[in-house]
């Protein structure tokens, strides 16, 4: 079924009237769904990915193979997440890329190719969708919240047993507590 705002009621997490094609640098978290724990783990704070981690890291990292108006920053693949920074460079007439259909694309991708990995037996099934619904974003508006971002992304491994995003935490240390209700 569409979706249908009069039925589904769902609240839309981006900003009102902001174009998500606009130039620009966005933190960006993906998680798994059920936030299953399918892309590795974590011991003394170093992540260990699983291979099927490992490919969602090499996508990640092939996105401006694809896509050459976009740049990527710093990037974390964590036990049942991602979070990376994404740089819209300026558009074209020709190009409409937003930074919804970028993280669209990935999803379907890493998806497709999860489940041919599961097809074949190398990694652990999932029900439903590989990853959740949606994505959070937040615009990146300065230099000093671009490295704050870059310095949470990097040290995520070391407080992964405090992470929001940890299936058994109950603290909330995410970088967008604060600043994002």
Known sequence: ????????????????????????AYFVTICINQRKTLLGEIGNGIMKPTPAGEMVQTVWNQIPLYYLNIELDAFVLMPNHIHGIVVLKSQSKESSMTLG????????????????????????????????????ERIIRSEKSCDYLRQYIENNPLSWELDTLHPHSILDNSPYAKENP
């Open 1 to 24: 079924m569409p979706y249908n705002p009069d039925i589904h009621h769902r609240r839309s997490i981006r900003l009102k009237g902001y174009d998500y094609s606009k130039a620009g």
């Open 101 to 136: 259909k970028i993280i669209h694309r990935f999803k379907s991708y890493t998806t497709a190719k999860y489940r041919h990995g599961v097809n074949q037996g190398k990694w652990q099934a999932f029900v439903g969708r590989l990853w959740q619904r949606g994505y959070h």
